[in-house]
């Protein structure tokens, strides 16, 4: 029986496909805390059963993008913060090769905020 999470990701057409996939694999591989769940329509990630981030396609260009909760807390100048206070956003080209290595900072610095107490874990 196919999961409502792979659905999400396997009727999205390629690029975008093989792109989602590949940053849902790079999430999941962070942390053993790290889990994934549905949440709006949307892939989310939780750290230790906390939100932590979503996968996500522009409405107006159809690129993904990765949504950082707790955005604010972090400072990198790809993130975007739009009209959010809380959340920012760190846009993917599917063309090109993933910024593994932005990806991974990133997504360290998003969880440290939760290992280090910044965002409290019930």
Not at 2 to 25: G, Q, T, V
Not at 78 to 95: C, H, S, Y
Request: contains cysteine.
């Amino acid at each position: 029986m196919i999961r409502e999470l792979d659905n999400y990701y396997f009727n999205k057409s390629e690029p975008n496909k093989s792109c989602l996939l590949a940053l849902r694999n790079i999430i999941l591989e962070q942390d053993p805390a790290v889990t994934e769940t549905m949440k709006w329509g949307m892939p989310g990630f939780c750290f230790k059963k906390k939100m932590f981030c979503y996968l996500w396609t522009d409405k107006k260009t159809g690129a993904p993008y990765m949504l950082f909760v707790e955005g604010k807390h972090i400072d990198h100048p790809q993130l975007e913060t739009g009209k959010r206070a809380r959340m920012k956003i760190f846009r993917v080209d599917p063309n090109q090769d993933l910024p593994v290595e932005t990806i991974n900072l990133l997504l360290t610095r998003a969880i440290e905020l939760y290992k280090n107490g910044t965002i409290k874990i019930k």
